[in-house]
């Protein structure tokens, strides 16, 4: 399982929708009530102000502004990866290579391309499976989100 930390901001239903926590990858926020530390926690702010929240199955009821912990079920995220990366990647190379061997380099471009538009509609209408995050407990945050 894999899990991230997050805040519960509201509810909906037996729902809850969350917004992510994630800890500073150093530890330097610890450092920071003295003035010292790299400053990812200020550039968070910056670049994420606005953090999105995520709707997140909430079995434990967790309530509004409680830290939690999310889970994600192993194999969601390379499943992802794979349909949205790998595919398309395959599906570009093999198009423009036998564009490449019936027509040489314009067969190999546009094979290419014709493989990219294949892998746009296959992303269109491909059904993911339905991998839902899950509030798994409460637990701590981390100080790059405040």
């Not at 990812?40 to 997140?56: G, T």
């Not at 296959?122 to 899950?134: C, G, K, N, Q, T």
Request: aromatic residues 4%.
């Amino acid at each position: 399982m894999i899990e991230t930390p997050a805040r519960v901001t509201r509810l909906d239903g037996g729902d809850a929708w969350v917004v992510g926590a994630a800890p500073s990858s150093c530890g330097a926020c610890g450092a920071k009530s003295g003035g010292k530390g790299c400053g990812s926690s200020i550039f968070a702010r910056v670049l994420h102000a606005d953090e999105p929240e995520y709707r997140v199955e909430n079995p434990i009821g967790a309530q509004v502004g409680e830290s939690v912990v999310v889970g994600l079920p192993d194999g969601a995220l390379l499943g992802a990866a794979a349909s949205g990366y790998l595919a398309p990647l395959a599906l570009l190379l093999l198009c423009a290579g036998i564009g490449q061997w019936f027509a040489g380099e314009p067969g190999a471009v546009t094979g290419g391309l014709v493989g990219l538009l294949l892998a746009a509609l296959y992303l269109r209408r491909r059904r993911a499976p339905a991998v839902h995050p899950v509030v798994l407990r409460r637990g701590e945050t981390g100080c790059a989100s405040h």
